[in-house]
């Protein structure tokens, strides 16, 4: 972008450049240590659609929030790092807590319907205001509620394919609560996930 804006490549851009490639690379290290047998090209891929889309941020022109979301690109990919170096030893350790994650899940995916700090934007009431930050609580919702998915779907697989129905009972209920929620937010796309 600097070189289409001033003819010329500018040490702003290339240092930029250098940092997140720097970020990523180094994202990538951890990711290929801790967990070998993982997609080797989907981070390196994430990273350059990140770049892509920062790059698309500045484009609409220097006030915008490129600079923002760079940020929290960098606190996202150390955050995950940092995920990754802490479960290294087992990530199953997480099973232990999936009803926790499940009620966590319910709770982050309602924290927009509480009046006072939830907002609603293009007809979506998605958004949470604290402070001076303004977020998404859902997008940690989904996350937590996979969590649940996977650990209750592993623990009770042989259990769940004999159909009685108090084996489907805790799943449904969280599972239930999570749509119904994303159904009153019209979170509909995420429902449909």
């Not at 170096?85 to 926790?100: S, V």
């Not at 402070?131 to 650990?151: C, M, S, T």
């Amino acid at each position: 972008m600097y070189i289409s804006q001033k003819s010329q490549i500018s040490a702003v851009s290339l240092t930029y450049a250098a940092f997140f490639f720097a970020l990523y690379l180094v994202a990538h290290v951890v990711a290929r240590i801790t967990v070998p047998n993982a997609d080797p090209y989907l981070l390196p891929i994430a990273g350059l659609l990140t770049a892509i889309g920062l790059t698309e941020i500045y484009r609409l022109g220097p006030s915008s929030n490129a600079f923002k979301q760079g940020l929290w690109v960098v606190i996202g990919v150390v955050v995950f790092s940092l995920a990754l170096l802490l479960l290294r030893r087992d990530y199953r350790q997480l099973e232990n807590y999936k009803y926790l994650f499940g009620l966590g899940a319910i709770a982050l995916l309602f924290m927009p319907l509480l009046p006072g700090i939830g907002q609603t934007v293009n007809g979506a009431r998605l958004w949470v205001h604290a402070g001076g930050l303004q977020f998404q609580p859902g997008e940690l919702g989904k996350i937590a509620l996979i969590v649940f998915l996977a650990a209750y779907l592993r623990e009770k697989r042989e259990v769940l394919a004999q159909g009685r129905i108090k084996d489907w009972g805790p799943l449904l209920v969280i599972w239930g609560g999570a749509m119904l929620v994303l159904f009153v937010t019209d979170d509909l796309g995420s429902a449909l996930l």
